[in-house]
């Protein structure tokens, strides 16, 4: 069974571009969330999605978006792009829909670099 | 904000000793997980234990829970090379009663052990 994929793995954007970064989570899984980590913040929640709609949301400005498709396959979006950005993005899938969070499988994830 | 705290920071080690890491959290949890993650690469699920277990254990893995004192530890036994990595406690924290795929991470703990 393939795990969860993210591409691209790498990329590098300048200030004030924006990026989306793609995830598809292990067939079957309908969960999907999305981490930024850095090194100074740590491992920081972004949002969940489940059955194309989002259902929790963590800390973080409006230009961090997302949304997923019919297929679970998620997306995310981060618009007018800061240094502060640069991190590594994580996105994780899990087969149930419960309110509470069990095991996650993470992809190997997307480092973003922003110039 | 970071829910879990985890000791120490770095761990030096020789193989075939014992590796234990602590965590400590704030609020009351579901579930605690401990995750592993290589060089910066994807977070790997290695341990759940629920709030109304106090001890698990998954070959040479141990992990125990006390919630009394909010504390976790994950006892890594007859360490190899091989587990050279970052590792990470995650709460599944009770705040509402949901956290749709939300986890909560610590600082983690840098492991190294020389072979």
């Known amino acids: 069974k393939a795990g969860v994929t993210q591409t691209p793995r790498y990329l590098i954007k300048t200030r004030g571009q924006q990026v989306t970064l793609s995830c598809s989570p292990i067939s079957g899984h309908r969960s999907v969330s999305w981490y930024q980590q850095t090194p100074g913040q740590g491992l920081q929640f972004l949002f969940e999605y489940f059955s194309e709609t989002q259902r929790n949301k963590g800390n973080f400005p409006g230009r961090f978006s997302g949304r997923q498709f019919s297929n679970s396959r998620s997306e995310m979006n981060v618009s007018t792009l800061e240094l502060g950005d640069s991190a590594l993005y994580l996105c994780?899938?899990?087969?149930?829909?419960?309110?509470?969070?069990?095991?996650?499988?993470f992809g190997e994830g997307s480092r973003l670099t922003v110039l | 904000s970071q829910q879990g705290e985890e000791d120490p920071q770095a761990l030096s080690i020789q193989e075939g000793e014992n590796a234990t890491m602590n965590c400590s959290y704030k609020t009351s949890i579901n579930n605690l997980q401990w995750y592993r993650q290589n060089s910066g690469r994807g977070l790997v699920h290695l341990i759940l234990i629920r709030s109304n277990e106090r001890e698990k254990h998954s070959g040479r893995l141990r992990v125990t829970l006390d919630t009394s004192k909010k504390s976790s530890s994950l006892l890594i036994t007859a360490s190899r090379a091989a587990d050279t990595a970052s590792y990470f406690c995650?709460?599944?924290?009770?705040?509402?009663?949901?956290?749709?795929?939300?986890?909560?991470f610590g600082q983690g703990t840098i492991l190294t052990v020389h072979p």
């Open positions: 995650a709460t599944d924290a009770n705040a509402g009663g949901t956290s749709y795929g939300k986890l909560t």
């Open positions: 994780a899938s899990s087969l149930q829909g419960f309110a509470n969070t069990g095991e996650l499988f």
